[in-house]
């Protein structure tokens, strides 16, 4: 079984950044590409970032692109998600979750395998 724990979200004012960490422990990190969701109330869960096995690929929603970057660190078993310009509407609980795939350059943006719990970001106007 695959474990993920994030930790990095709390309050900013606009314009403010954050940076979200989620670490992935049960089996081979590097076996599994990586991605960020995020879900507000109300509203359905989406796909914020995401990020090959390798790191060579990434991939980003429309209105994250610019402001979020997401990077991982195979050696210590964590992705990353860089928040830089934050914006009220991003307010949401994010979380981390992975897709076991055979590929190591591939980055989807649904049907993954693993989630973590999630971690609040409040973004204040």
């Known amino acids: 079984q695959v474990q993920l724990v994030e930790s990095g979200g709390g309050l900013v004012q606009a314009g403010g950044s954050l940076r979200l960490s989620c670490v992935v422990s049960?089996?081979?990190?590097?076996?599994?590409?990586m991605g960020w969701f995020r879900q507000s109330p109300g509203k359905e869960r989406e796909f914020v970032a995401g990020?090959?096995?390798?790191?060579?690929?990434?991939s980003y929603s429309d209105s994250v692109k610019g402001r979020f970057t997401i990077s991982r660190d195979n050696a210590r078993n964590t992705v990353y998600l860089q928040m830089n310009s934050l914006k009220p509407e991003d307010t949401a609980v994010y979380y981390c979750?992975?897709?076991?795939?055979?590929?190591?350059?591939?980055?989807?943006?649904?049907?993954?395998?693993?989630w973590g719990q999630g971690t609040q970001v409040t973004v204040s106007s």
């Open positions: 990020i090959s096995r390798s790191g060579a690929r990434t």
């Open positions: 979750a992975a897709d076991y795939t055979s590929s190591a350059a591939y980055v989807r943006t649904f049907g993954y395998d693993y």
């Open positions: 049960g089996r081979i990190f590097s076996d599994y590409a």
